[in-house]
């Protein structure tokens, strides 16, 4: 099967600056460690939107959203065209907020199969404008995929939600996956409201000392089985769920997270099922490092994943 890198370097969603240079951060730790990565694959380059950081925010619930429509639009299309042609994208962020286009492409792809997502995070990215303590989209994109809404502490504005209903359309209309076919591997930190929506749709959630206890294999081999009825797989891979001793490059770091073998592990077993079909690496932040710490370690987690796609 052949890969392709898709850069979608949009920082919009974030609280702190720097997630759009992920990709830039990767070639720069390939140069130097003298990894062929970028000569595995083809890479697609989005045009981002982030110039909007610099206008007035008129969405305080979800910072700059109207600058997300285009963008999660384009690279939701260019998922489904390599996936249409038979050809397995990684993207790689930006924030967390372009799961929105990625996930969303995914299901344009394969709009009458059942779709399970393996979401490797920290954080739950539950919340909606109702419930956001922070306005940052990049919390947001499970609960829009989902179409889940609680009424919360806030009070969004009519233009805010009319934003994110026209999000929640893109690619196909209706949610992009069901909570039953959603996989929660490392997650440790997420307010009540994000808990109340987890227990109230029993959301799997596999922890780090789950996994700790069953290892990375026994683990993919539990997510695997229970998304069985699901007929494609989404990866979407978050830095922070790594520990913040292995780097500290990523906007919103939690103790007590991956280790990079088990990362590795993970993602290799993940993608060895012919039913991953996406991948997303998501919140490097060179801005936020010492000397390229966090790309080199996710160079190092993705390197054997070229040789496994091909081989399939």
């Not at 970028?38 to 950081?53: T, W």
């Not at 440790?188 to 994000?194: F, K, L, N, V």
């Not at 913040?244 to 007590?256: L, M, Y």
């Not at 012919?274 to 390229?292: G, H, S």
Request: proline share 5%; charged share 25%.
């Amino acid at each position: 099967m052949e890969v392709r890198l898709i850069e979608a370097a949009s920082e919009i969603g974030a609280g702190k600056r720097g997630a759009s240079m992920g990709m830039a951060a990767l070639r720069v730790a390939a140069w130097k460690l003298g990894s062929e990565l970028f000569g595995h694959a083809e890479e697609s380059i989005l045009r981002d939107e982030n110039d909007v950081l610099y206008e007035d925010d008129r969405t305080p619930n979800a910072h700059h959203i109207d600058g997300l429509i285009r963008f999660e639009s384009d690279l939701a299309y260019e998922v489904y065209k390599f996936l249409r042609n038979n050809m397995f994208p990684i993207v790689i962020g930006g924030d967390h907020s372009i799961a929105i286009g990625s996930v969303s492409g995914t299901r344009m792809a394969y709009p009458t199969e059942r779709l399970g997502v393996v979401w490797i995070d920290a954080h739950a990215d539950l919340h909606s404008p109702w419930t956001t303590p922070s306005g940052n989209v990049h919390g947001m994109p499970l609960a829009l995929l989902m179409h889940i809404e609680k009424k919360g502490r806030n009070r969004p504005r009519v233009f805010t939600m009319d934003t994110w209903d026209h999000l929640r359309k893109i690619g196909i209309s209706g949610p992009k996956l069901a909570p039953v076919d959603l996989v929660f591997i490392a997650l440790r930190d997420y307010e009540p409201e994000e808990l109340a929506i987890i227990e109230e749709h029993r959301i799997k959630v596999i922890t780090v000392s789950d996994l700790r206890k069953k290892g990375a294999s026994g683990v993919v081999a539990e997510t695997l089985a229970y998304l069985s009825a699901c007929e494609r797989v989404h990866v979407s891979f978050d830095v922070d769920s790594l520990d913040p001793s292995i780097s500290v490059g990523t906007g919103t770091p939690v103790a007590d997270g991956l280790l990079l073998p088990e990362a590795k592990d993970l993602l290799a077993g993940l993608c060895s099922d012919p039913r991953t079909v996406t991948l997303d690496v998501v919140e490097i932040n060179p801005a936020l490092d010492t000397n390229n710490a966090m790309a080199e370690a996710v160079l190092s987690i993705l390197e054997p994943l070229f040789p496994i796609l091909r081989a399939r």
